[in-house]
């Protein structure tokens, strides 16, 4: 057989148990193939899947038809699994799935819309998660893909001076709801409930790989400690806008029963808001693998001042 330049692509993706892993940008994002998650998954398996989770950030996989308690358990192979969200209500019979659903707020919706932000999942707890598995449950016909940045790279490519500027730094991040218009005081009582405010290092290291990564977010980090509030919003915005680079990002067109899993630790995501307006359903489960307390460059832990642990 004549091996074409793409044959050979394919085969070089091969992992040492026979995955097949796709790379889909130059810097985040691959799908999986060659693995089914309804059934056992032997610990080689488990393995590959979490170095791939390590070196592309977030993985993807396709046509995975589980249920509520077969993603649970499939995210139980890579730690503990949390109770579906700190403050908002979880799905029936599974505690530990939070559910997404355009659908829970359609009576409403006409009244505000939540702004959509660059976010790193539950940063406002002590130990945020180390990661988050997401299965497209209703997906509409075309919008609603999610976006994944690399946070590593992002503050790699950070110029000397900021690195060793933010290197030592640390930043509030509190639970809030940030709006676009109208009145949300409905779901910010209800998100808001618990307190959450914890202050963790702006470049935290990555326990599993070393990376120093940029560890803010527009969506809960509110400000910087050392910085004066005009000096911590100008730095907060450069960083915001930088983690934000199209060039360190992967776009995911769902389809039903895909799954994304997240390296929480390294990433921020995106969540899509092209779909509400053309009348489109859009239904997501997502459940949380416990993490550990960041630490930062030099080696300081994060503090909690306000609400407990996630686990």
Not at 1 to 9: D, L, R, V
Not at 53 to 60: A, G, H, R
Not at 241 to 265: E, K, M, Y
């Amino acid at each position: 057989m004549t091996i074409t330049s793409e044959t050979a692509n394919v085969d070089e993706s091969r992992s040492e148990v026979g995955l097949d892993i796709r790379p889909m940008s130059g810097y985040i994002g691959a799908e999986i193939f060659g693995i089914d998650l309804t059934g056992p998954i032997e610990p080689q398996v488990v393995a590959e899947v979490r170095a791939a989770l390590l070196k592309w950030k977030v993985v993807f996989f396709r046509d995975q038809h589980i249920t509520p308690a077969q993603q649970i358990a499939f995210g139980r192979l890579f730690g503990q699994v949390t109770p579906g969200h700190p403050t908002l209500p979880t799905l029936e019979g599974h505690p530990e799935v939070f559910p997404l659903d355009s659908r829970a707020y359609a009576d409403v919706s006409s009244e505000y819309q939540v702004r959509s932000l660059w976010h790193t999942d539950v940063t406002f707890v002590h130990n945020p998660p180390m990661g988050s598995i997401l299965r497209g449950v209703v997906i509409p016909p075309y919008g609603g893909d999610t976006q994944w940045t690399n946070l590593a790279v992002a503050y790699e490519t950070l110029s000397k001076p900021i690195r060793d500027l933010i290197d030592g730094l640390h930043a509030v991040h509190v639970n809030q709801i940030i709006l676009e218009r109208g009145d949300g005081s409905k779901l910010q009582k209800m998100f808001t409930r618990t307190s959450y405010e914890t202050v963790h290092p702006v470049v935290r290291v990555h326990p599993e790989t070393g990376e120093r990564v940029l560890f803010v977010s527009p969506n809960f980090t509110q400000r910087i400690v050392e910085l004066s509030n005009t000096e911590s919003q100008q730095v907060l915005d450069l960083l915001f806008s930088h983690l934000a680079t199209p060039a360190f990002t992967v776009r995911f067109r769902w389809q039903p029963d895909s799954i994304a899993f997240w390296d929480n630790r390294a990433t921020a995501h995106l969540v899509p808001t092209d779909y509400g307006h053309l009348g489109f359903d859009r239904v997501m489960h997502r459940i949380t693998i416990a993490g550990d307390v960041p630490v930062g460059v030099d080696g300081s832990r994060s503090e909690s001042r306000e609400g407990e642990s996630f686990a």
